[in-house]
């Protein structure tokens, strides 16, 4: 919303759009994670190679589907990609199948680092539950987890 058409007293009664709210959440956990991670060894991962790492498959991943699933373009996410190969976290592989795509698999640099992931988000979502409370928590856990029109079954698939 424009600034020119809301006043200072309007703003003092608005509440921050909900938006607002949940990408100021996310964003505070994503730095945390990629804090926490850089203090146990891994210095050179960044936000953005946590979050296209987030958006991987156990086994493997078109790198096309990665960027489908980011709402950005195979190029968008390629400087990236090669940054998690340059470090060992992935593999980039020919598909067999496709010869115009590209496969994308975790290493076992990779696995490690989303173990690692996995268990500081664990940490992460506990501090906010101490915060907030376990019933609330739980219910935006519940509300957040209705799936809103997103795919969200890759990440069921990251938790069998």
């Given at each position: 919303m424009s600034t020119k058409l809301t006043t200072s007293a309007m703003r003092e009664s608005m509440s921050e759009p909900l938006t607002v709210l949940l990408e100021t959440a996310a964003q505070y956990v994503l730095r945390t994670l990629?804090?926490?991670?850089?203090e146990r060894g891994y210095v050179a991962i960044t936000e953005p190679h946590l979050v296209l790492f987030g958006n991987l498959d156990c086994g493997a991943t078109h790198a096309a589907r990665i960027a489908q699933r980011m709402r950005v373009s195979r190029q968008a996410i390629s400087k990236t990609l090669r940054e998690l190969h340059r470090l060992g976290f992935i593999s980039l592989e020919d598909d067999p199948d496709r010869g115009n795509q590209k496969l994308v698999v975790m290493t076992e640099r990779g696995t490690e680092l989303a173990l690692e992931a996995?268990?500081?988000l664990r940490e992460i979502e506990a501090e906010i539950a101490d915060q907030i409370g376990a019933s609330a928590m739980g219910a935006l856990r519940l509300a957040l987890e209705k799936g809103w029109g997103t795919d969200s079954s890759h990440r069921a698939k990251m938790d069998d």
């Open positions: 990629t804090t926490r991670l850089r996995r268990g500081e």
